[in-house]
């Protein structure tokens, strides 16, 4: 389950936040995202994003037992275009 909400900053700025939560195969994992954007042009932008992934996993037990919890985050830096 997710939910994204994008708006316009002005002529040329734009904002977008976006998020999720899931158990599908994992125990529990999240993502966050927010991102900042500039329109170059009608069908172009640049954007700075910044990204948290968060996974939390086990199976198994004894021997086999698998386990991965991590979280991971850092910058993006995107160029977009449009048709």
Same mark, same amino acid.
């Given at each position: 389950?997710?939910?994204?909400?994008?708006?316009?900053? $002005?002529?040329r700025w734009l904002l977008s936040l976006r998020g999720d939560v899931s158990a599908g195969g994992s125990d529990f994992s999240w993502y966050?995202?927010?991102?900042? $954007?500039?329109?170059? @042009?009608?069908?172009?932008?640049?954007a700075v994003a910044y990204r948290i992934l968060s996974v939390d996993y086990e199976s198994g037990t004894g021997l086999e037992r698998r386990k991965y919890d991590v979280v991971t985050? @850092?910058?993006?830096l995107g160029l977009a275009f449009g048709f």
């Open positions: 389950m997710g939910v994204e909400y994008r708006a316009d900053l $002005g002529s966050a995202n927010a991102a900042v $954007g500039y329109r170059l @042009g009608k069908s172009t932008a640049v985050n @850092g910058f993006a």
